[in-house]
């Protein structure tokens, strides 16, 4: 095997997935940026949610909100519900794994919050229960998801809710531009709220 040969595939294919998600995401992307802004300065809070390399996407974007992206400023509020290993082992003993993310939403969630839902399939059961808890708890979903956009592209209310569908069907790529956009959008809500630096 020619391994370098594989790798200079592996990075086109991830620069082609990135053109695609630069022609197709840039409106759903500034609109989720909206949202999570316009929550943070009306004193509300973000949650997030994943599976696996979406779950370290999930701490990945909170933990910039919550200490700094690129500028000094203060903490946002942002809770990753997948690092709290006592409540996950303890829900996903005592009821269903699928509930994981849907009981801590109900028991922190509160209206005018934001929930992003990080899933390549968007279909993975957890994120979809912690959709529905969002949606009830009259959060705002914004779902982060590729493929076909699963069942949770289904749930979502189109004129409330965000979806950012990478146009791709392969995980790994999905996950690099699910990287992207996390970047983009803590960019773009620190420019938001603190003002523009170039």
């Known amino acids: 095997m020619d391994l370098i040969a594989r790798l200079q ?7 082609e997935a990135k053109i695609a998600a ?7 992307i500034a609109k989720a940026a909206q949202v999570m802004a316009h929550a943070l300065l009306t ?3 973000i949650l997030s949610c994943g599976n696996g390399g979406s779950a370290a ?14 500028r000094e400023r203060p903490g946002l509020p942002a809770i990753a519900l997948t690092t709290d290993t006592s409540a996950l082992t303890s829900i996903a003993n005592d009821y269903h794994y699928d509930e994981i993310y849907s009981k801590q939403i109900r028991a922190l969630g509160q209206a005018g919050d934001v929930l992003l839902a990080i899933t390549t399939s968007g279909s ?24 076909q956009g699963g069942a949770v592209a289904s749930l979502l209310n189109p004129e409330r809710d965000v979806e950012i569908r990478v ?14 956009v996390i970047h983009y959008l803590c960019d773009l809500i620190d420019n938001q709220i603190f003002g523009e630096v170039l």
């Open 9 to 15: 595939h592996l990075f086109s294919a991830s620069i």
């Open 22 to 28: 630069a022609d197709a995401l840039p409106e759903s």
């Open 43 to 45: 004193g509300h809070k």
């Open 57 to 70: 996407d999930a701490q990945h974007f909170s933990s910039e909100l919550i200490n700094r992206f690129e």
């Open 124 to 147: 993975s059961n957890n994120i979809v229960q912690a959709v529905a808890a969002a949606q009830e708890a009259q959060m705002i979903v914004v779902a982060l998801t590729g493929k």
């Open 167 to 180: 146009p791709h069907q392969q995980t790994a790529r999905i996950q690099e531009v699910h990287l992207c």
